[in-house]
């Protein structure tokens, strides 16, 4: 496993993700109860959501995954790199590429990852990137994987994810993993 930690530098102000599973029925515990404090660091494992994720040479996703400072595993952009599997359940974290169609939205490094069935197992909920530009199909990876895998689909974030989106990404995310363990 190839793990980083993120540095949790932030950027660009605004925007206005939802928390984490705000659309799922575990959503509702999640933005109402009560939270860790930011500051407090947790322990690598327990308690801590672990991410995979893929991101083309643009980044952004990369970048997101980053500022949100979880344990997070980053799948292969090239099809000949050796197949990446999960060890501990994850948080998928993914683009989306179909250029407004269904056709193409989940990348294949990603659907690669998940045609493992070991991998699939592991999987617990689904964030999706996107841009607002795409219109309907604005995140479309995230209702395609969350459909297929039978888990929620968390939250939706804008290109590398504004400072709201990825604090409230974050938040969310530190309620709502416990749970799911
Ligand atoms: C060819 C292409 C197709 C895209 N199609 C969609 C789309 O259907 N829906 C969407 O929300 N975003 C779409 N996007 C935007 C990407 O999801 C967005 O730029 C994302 O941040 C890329 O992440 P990455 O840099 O980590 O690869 C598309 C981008 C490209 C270049």
Known sequence: M??????GARERAGGGAQRPGADTPTG???????????????????????????????????RFVRKLGFPALRLPLRAGDPEVLAERPYVLVTPTYGGGSVKGA???AVIRFLNNPANRAL?????????TNFGEAYGLAGKIVAAKCH????????????????????DGLEEWWPRQQ
Request: with cysteine.
């Open 28 to 62: 509702r515990a999640a933005a109402g109860g009560a939270s860790e404090p930011d500051s407090a660091p947790q322990a690598h494992g327990r308690g801590r959501p672990e991410l995979v994720y893929y991101s083309s040479t643009s980044g952004n996703t990369e």
């Open 123 to 131: 999987i617990r909920g689904v964030i999706a990137g996107g841009n």
């Open 2 to 7: 190839n793990h980083h930690d993120a540095d």
């Open 106 to 108: 989940v990348p294949k």
């Open 151 to 170: 888990v929620p689909h968390l939250c939706t974030f804008e290109l590398l994810g504004t400072e709201r989106e990825v604090v409230a990404v974050r």
